[in-house]
């Protein structure tokens, strides 16, 4: 028995000491690619020395030397972003050529068909050859500056340059000019929208038993009305209404379409130097973009020949997309413009290579392309493109349901341009100094289409940037549902003058702000879009501006952060109108009981949703339970579409607006239930659901919990045991409907965990412009194992900033490193 007790005393030793071995070599070879952000190198590419000083949160100020040429800044850029965010970069790129499968294999096989069908990557090259001599110049110096850093990852063997690569063998090409193009339009398809909001509208007409109710479900934001729309079985006769039954979209690994309610969102406010505490003028910016790790956004300045701009970029991008030079401010957000149309494009029934035009049947334009596969055969697709655009398969976003026998799909968008000068827009907005300098910079810009926030020392506007489709009067649909794509007068003709894109300078009020509300009233055609990203948020913040008269830097970080919904202080009192401080006395344990205690919490409650508070767990599930309560009778399976609450929606059914009360009543059921009962029932659904999550203490419950920001690595973040390290996971306030935004999932297991948020803040202040202050919501680095791949994170979880100077001498007081790069021969 001792002999056996020693050797197995002797083979567990020997196994705890192979696997410190097996770690501490995983940790070398990943330690490998940590940058040295403290150093002297020579690297091909450059003209002139290049200095890029890490201040101490690691963001890297990026110099050239005395009578050195921009380009060699921007190649500074590119070397940082490679350093800090290789990984990320080459996925990107990767997504945009639709060649994801030959790392993951099948897992983004479908990643990669939607890809290639939109031909994203080679529309990017065809761009190229139209941008401006100054950006191509910031293109092939970000790309030489990309590709020095492989060079000395090469060279000097640091670890393959990021530890995902020890796990992925993806081999990496250099980069080109089209690359960053690439990831310019990767970005715009992660904020829009109208294509999936198309296909459900269609969906949900022919779901729906009375389909004027569609203006209920899916309403329209405040303002003038609209005509009335035909149902979409008589758009395009022929469809099938049994077809409604397919089962729930499932995410896909790193698909870049957003979820429908998980386009681009973001919040920008500005406010005139008389309305300045300082003296100054004001401006606030915090895009919204789903959550990763390593973020979406990463900090830098660029000291250029025209001045020094510091802010938000999107490493591939040599572009300050946000932020602010000692001149001038720009903050973006979406603006929601409807730029993409879908179209049923009848086959010919005696050549299916053919398609109806407008003058007869025409063959499609076609090509193969081969997607290879990690240890699988290759697929070979066969791209079609019709005079509308590229042809989607039935298999994607259910477009089989609403396509009839004998047609299929095409897509219209602004981001298939092969001239898309979008690039040369963001190089030039840099380089502008006054806010009508910037407007006109803007005309460049084609897609994603944006609402441009703008201010001068002395001057605010906002101007919708981006290309606006032409559409006729007499479209079928007014671009809200597919139409058929022969008929002439719901095909697009051609893009709006820029002068014709809104804008607003200097309000008289002295404030303007945006929040992906609606902007303006203009009749179809002649519209931005019918479907906007936010009718909440505006009431709350119209509220803070106009709470004071003067604002200050502070004031304007507060609207930042403030987590006051006005959402549950309308709906509230409105589903509970009839329940509120009634019933009889229940015994403790009883379900009735409760009802009451959640009842009663609510009652006092300001809708504050504030992570450390239960009654927004508790009002959250209750109006999840509710919506679902009252659309699943009528919609069925579609009803699955609908992952978040629409508060337009719960405010017309309870406010009985046109008669939108009939959705309270269970069709199938034979009695006649109302509203209240419902808001009853959904309120005991709600509790259920909360007691078999999180206990039956209501008073203990905490909004944070269910509330937690999901920052995952978009490949490792599943991984067991990696995920630990990989993953930023924390407790936050907000959510979709407040100005500190939060979105939540929709789905099960985690119906509220934030997914869609403000990943980089800014606010600026003219008075004192190196008083800016700006975060971004992970850190700098994409490497694990760096400090700075979380260090910013808890800060933006508290709401806390660091400052944003374009003072040399502040970067260079408490550097973190100097990497000095001289040309080499």
């Given at each position: 028995m001792g002999h056996l007790f020693r050797w197995l005393l002797r083979l567990s030793a020997g196994l705890i000491l192979l696997s410190v071995l097996a770690i501490a070599l995983v940790y070398y070879l990943a330690s490998q690619s940590l940058p040295d952000y403290d150093k002297e190198l020579a690297l091909p590419g450059l003209s002139s020395p290049v200095e890029i000083v890490r201040d101490n949160a690691n963001v890297p100020h990026i110099f050239g030397s005395f009578g050195a040429s921009d380009e060699d800044v921007y190649f500074g850029l590119g070397y940082a972003h490679a350093q800090d965010r290789l990984w990320q970069m080459t996925v990107m790129r990767r997504t945009a050529q639709g060649r994801l499968s030959e790392i993951f294999g099948t897992r983004t096989l479908e990643t990669d068909t939607y890809l290639r069908r939109l031909d994203i990557y080679r529309l990017a090259q065809q761009s190229?050859?139209?941008?401006?001599?100054?950006?191509?110049?910031?293109?092939?110096?970000?790309?030489?500056?990309?590709?020095?850093?492989?060079?000395?990852?090469?060279?000097?063997?640091?670890?393959?340059?990021?530890?995902?690569?020890?796990?992925?063998?993806?081999?990496?090409?250099?980069?080109?000019?089209?690359?960053?193009?690439?990831?310019?339009?990767?970005?715009?398809?992660?904020?829009?929208?109208?294509?999936?909001?198309?296909?459900?509208?269609?969906?949900?007409?022919?779901?729906?038993?009375?389909?004027?109710?569609?203006?209920?479900?899916?309403?329209?934001?405040?303002?003038?009305?609209?005509?009335?729309?035909?149902?979409?079985?008589?758009?395009?006769p022929g469809v099938r209404q049994s077809a409604l039954a397919a089962p729930a979209e499932e995410s896909k690994l790193l698909f870049p379409v957003a979820p429908r309610g998980l386009a681009g969102a973001s919040n920008a406010w500005a406010a005139a130097s008389g309305r300045s505490a300082a003296g100054g003028t004001l401006l606030a910016n915090d895009p919204h973009l789903q959550l990763s790790a390593p973020g979406v956004w990463y900090l830098a300045r660029l000291e250029l020949g025209s001045g020094g701009v510091i802010g938000g970029t999107i490493p591939g991008i040599p572009a300050v997309i946000t932020g602010r030079s000692d001149a001038l401010g720009w903050g973006i957000t979406s603006s929601y413009l409807d730029d993409q149309d879908l179209f049923v494009e009848r086959l010919n029934p005696e050549n299916t290579q053919e398609y109806l035009g407008i003058d007869g049947y025409k063959k499609f334009i076609s090509r193969p392309s081969i997607i290879k596969i990690k240890d699988e055969a290759p697929v070979t697709l066969t791209?079609?493109?019709?005079?509308?655009?590229?042809?989607?398969?039935?298999?994607?976003?259910?477009?089989?349901?609403?396509?009839?026998?004998?047609?299929?799909?095409?897509?219209?968008?602004?981001?298939?341009?092969?001239?898309?000068?979008?690039?040369?827009?963001?190089?030039?907005?840099?380089?502008?100094?006054?806010?009508?300098?910037?407007?006109?910079?803007?005309?460049?810009?084609?897609?994603?289409?944006?609402?441009?926030?703008?201010?001068?020392?002395?001057?605010?506007?906002?101007?919708?940037?981006?290309?606006?489709?032409?559409?006729?009067?007499?479209?079928?649909?007014?671009?809200?549902?597919?139409?058929?794509?022969?008929?002439?007068?719901?095909?697009?003709?051609?893009?709006?003058?820029?002068?014709?894109?809104?804008?607003f300078i200097s309000p008289?009020?002295?404030?303007?702000?945006?929040?992906?509300?609606?902007?303006?009233?203009?009749?179809?055609?002649?519209?931005?879009?019918?479907?906007?990203?936010?009718?909440?948020?505006?009431?709350?913040?119209?509220?803070?501006?106009?709470?004071?008269?003067?604002?200050?830097?502070?004031?304007?970080?507060?609207?930042?952060?403030?987590?006051?919904?006005?959402?549950?202080?309308?709906?509230?009192?409105?589903?509970?109108?009839?329940?509120?401080?009634?019933?009889?006395?229940?015994?403790?344990?009883?379900?009735?009981?409760?009802?009451?205690?959640?009842?009663?919490?609510?009652?006092?409650?300001?809708?504050?949703?504030?992570?450390?508070?239960?009654?927004?767990?508790?009002?959250?599930?209750?109006?999840?339970?509710?919506?679902?309560?009252?659309?699943?009778?009528?919609?069925?399976?579609?009803?699955?579409?609908?992952?978040?609450?629409?508060?337009?929606?719960?405010?017309?059914?309870y406010r009985d607006v046109d008669g939108a009360a009939a959705w309270c009543n269970v069709r199938h059921s034979a009695p006649q239930e109302n509203c209240t009962e419902m808001a009853r029932l959904a309120l005991d659904d709600a509790l259920i659901w909360i007691e078999e999550r999180y206990g039956d203490a209501l008073e203990s419950l905490r909004w944070g919990d269910a509330h937690q920001a999901a920052q995952d690595h978009p490949v490792l973040g599943e991984v067991p045991v990696l995920r630990y390290f990989v993953n930023i996971r924390q407790s936050t306030s907000g959510s979709g409907n407040t100005l500190q935004r939060g979105k939540s999932s929709g789905r099960d297991p985690d119906p509220f965990q934030n997914i869609h948020s403000a990943g980089y803040r800014g606010v600026y202040d003219f008075a004192d412009p190196d008083s800016s202050v700006f975060i971004v919501s992970t850190g700098q680095s994409g490497h694990p194992l760096s400090r700075y791949y979380d260090d910013m994170a808890q800060l933006w979880r508290r709401g806390e900033y660091i400052p944003m100077s374009l003072d040399e001498n502040l970067a260079r007081a408490a550097a973190v490193g100097i990497t000095r790069i001289t040309p080499r021969q």
């Amino acid at each position: 028995m001792g002999h056996l007790f020693r050797w197995l005393l002797r083979l567990s030793a020997g196994l705890i000491l192979l696997s410190v071995l097996a770690i501490a070599l995983v940790y070398y070879l990943a330690s490998q690619s940590l940058p040295d952000y403290d150093k002297e190198l020579a690297l091909p590419g450059l003209s002139s020395p290049v200095e890029i000083v890490r201040d101490n949160a690691n963001v890297p100020h990026i110099f050239g030397s005395f009578g050195a040429s921009d380009e060699d800044v921007y190649f500074g850029l590119g070397y940082a972003h490679a350093q800090d965010r290789l990984w990320q970069m080459t996925v990107m790129r990767r997504t945009a050529q639709g060649r994801l499968s030959e790392i993951f294999g099948t897992r983004t096989l479908e990643t990669d068909t939607y890809l290639r069908r939109l031909d994203i990557y080679r529309l990017a090259q065809q761009s190229v050859a139209v941008q401006s001599p100054e950006a191509m110049a910031a293109l092939n110096a970000y790309a030489a500056g990309v590709n020095a850093r492989l060079l000395e990852i090469n060279e000097d063997a640091l670890g393959r340059g990021a530890p995902e690569m020890f796990l992925f063998n993806m081999p990496v090409a250099p980069w080109q000019p089209a690359d960053s193009i690439a990831i310019m339009k990767l970005m715009a398809l992660q904020l829009s929208g109208h294509m999936k909001e198309e296909i459900l509208r269609a969906r949900t007409s022919l779901a729906l038993n009375d389909a004027t109710r569609i203006k209920d479900i899916l309403p329209d934001a405040p303002g003038k009305g609209l005509t009335a729309l035909p149902e979409y079985a008589a758009l395009v006769p022929g469809v099938r209404q049994s077809a409604l039954a397919a089962p729930a979209e499932e995410s896909k690994l790193l698909f870049p379409v957003a979820p429908r309610g998980l386009a681009g969102a973001s919040n920008a406010w500005a406010a005139a130097s008389g309305r300045s505490a300082a003296g100054g003028t004001l401006l606030a910016n915090d895009p919204h973009l789903q959550l990763s790790a390593p973020g979406v956004w990463y900090l830098a300045r660029l000291e250029l020949g025209s001045g020094g701009v510091i802010g938000g970029t999107i490493p591939g991008i040599p572009a300050v997309i946000t932020g602010r030079s000692d001149a001038l401010g720009w903050g973006i957000t979406s603006s929601y413009l409807d730029d993409q149309d879908l179209f049923v494009e009848r086959l010919n029934p005696e050549n299916t290579q053919e398609y109806l035009g407008i003058d007869g049947y025409k063959k499609f334009i076609s090509r193969p392309s081969i997607i290879k596969i990690k240890d699988e055969a290759p697929v070979t697709l066969t791209l079609r493109w019709t005079d509308n655009g590229p042809v989607l398969p039935g298999s994607m976003f259910k477009l089989a349901e609403i396509t009839p026998p004998g047609h299929v799909v095409s897509l219209s968008w602004t981001v298939l341009s092969p001239k898309d000068t979008s690039m040369s827009a963001a190089i030039s907005l840099m380089r502008t100094t006054t806010v009508q300098d910037a407007i006109i910079a803007g005309e460049d810009f084609v897609a994603p289409s944006q609402n441009l926030t703008l201010a001068d020392q002395n001057t605010i506007a906002l101007k919708t940037v981006g290309a606006f489709p032409v559409r006729d009067a007499a479209h079928q649909s007014k671009g809200r549902m597919p139409s058929q794509g022969w008929r002439p007068e719901n095909r697009w003709q051609g893009r709006a003058p820029y002068a014709d894109n809104p804008e607003f300078i200097s309000p008289a009020g002295g404030i303007l702000g945006n929040t992906n509300n609606k902007i303006l009233d203009r009749p179809f055609p002649n519209h931005v879009s019918f479907d906007w990203g936010d009718t909440q948020r505006i009431h709350r913040w119209q509220k803070l501006m106009q709470n004071r008269e003067v604002h200050t830097r502070d004031s304007f970080i507060e609207a930042q952060l403030d987590t006051v919904s006005y959402t549950a202080r309308t709906l509230l009192p409105l589903i509970g109108a009839d329940l509120w401080f009634t019933g009889e006395a229940a015994p403790a344990g009883t379900r009735e009981r409760q009802r009451q205690i959640a009842l009663t919490l609510l009652s006092g409650w300001n809708g504050e949703m504030n992570e450390h508070l239960p009654e927004p767990l508790i009002y959250a599930a209750w109006l999840r339970a509710l919506q679902t309560r009252l659309i699943t009778d009528e919609l069925g399976p579609v009803a699955k579409s609908f992952r978040h609450v629409e508060p337009l929606f719960i405010e017309r059914v309870y406010r009985d607006v046109d008669g939108a009360a009939a959705w309270c009543n269970v069709r199938h059921s034979a009695p006649q239930e109302n509203c209240t009962e419902m808001a009853r029932l959904a309120l005991d659904d709600a509790l259920i659901w909360i007691e078999e999550r999180y206990g039956d203490a209501l008073e203990s419950l905490r909004w944070g919990d269910a509330h937690q920001a999901a920052q995952d690595h978009p490949v490792l973040g599943e991984v067991p045991v990696l995920r630990y390290f990989v993953n930023i996971r924390q407790s936050t306030s907000g959510s979709g409907n407040t100005l500190q935004r939060g979105k939540s999932s929709g789905r099960d297991p985690d119906p509220f965990q934030n997914i869609h948020s403000a990943g980089y803040r800014g606010v600026y202040d003219f008075a004192d412009p190196d008083s800016s202050v700006f975060i971004v919501s992970t850190g700098q680095s994409g490497h694990p194992l760096s400090r700075y791949y979380d260090d910013m994170a808890q800060l933006w979880r508290r709401g806390e900033y660091i400052p944003m100077s374009l003072d040399e001498n502040l970067a260079r007081a408490a550097a973190v490193g100097i990497t000095r790069i001289t040309p080499r021969q």
